[in-house]
Nanobody
Framework: QVQLVESGGGLVQAGGSLRLSCAAS????????MGWFRQAPGKERECVAV????????RYADSVKGRFTISRDNAKNTVALQMSSLKPEDTAVYYC?????????????????WGQGTQVTVSS
């Protein structure tokens, strides 16, 4: 297992940008695919973006494609989510997740390591 800690959430105006970061424990980070998920009040958890273990493959939810970018630095055991052109509907708690030895997937049940979440609030 790995321990994941998200940071970087906060309050931002619509149209602004925010960068989330997730720090992972251990030295096997490069063997995990990583994902960012979000959950807004009254809504189910949804996948925002995922990235392969080496970082070569990424996938995004249609709602964020072109605005968000996922990246990872395996030397630093971190994964980031750069969010731009933020909209009020992006408001949610954002979670970092990891899964070992899988092709990239946006299915939440495939991930078995989760961070504590960080709040992102976008004001109109």
């Amino acid at each position: 297992q790995v321990q994941l800690v998200e940071s970087g959430g906060g309050l931002v105006q619509a149209g602004g940008s925010l960068r989330l970061s997730c720090a992972a424990s251990g030295r096997t980070f490069s063997s995990y695919i990583m994902g960012w998920f979000r959950q807004a009040p009254g809504k189910e958890r949804e996948c925002v973006a995922v990235i392969s273990n080496g970082g070569a493959t990424t996938r995004y939810a249609d709602s964020v494609k072109g605005r968000f970018t996922i990246s990872r630095d395996n030397a630093k055991n971190t994964v980031a989510l750069q969010m731009s052109s933020l909209k009020p509907e992006d408001t949610a708690v954002y979670y970092c997740a990891a899964a070992r030895s899988l092709p990239v997937t946006m299915t939440a049940r495939s991930y078995d390591n989760w961070g504590q979440g960080t709040q992102v609030t976008v004001s109109s």
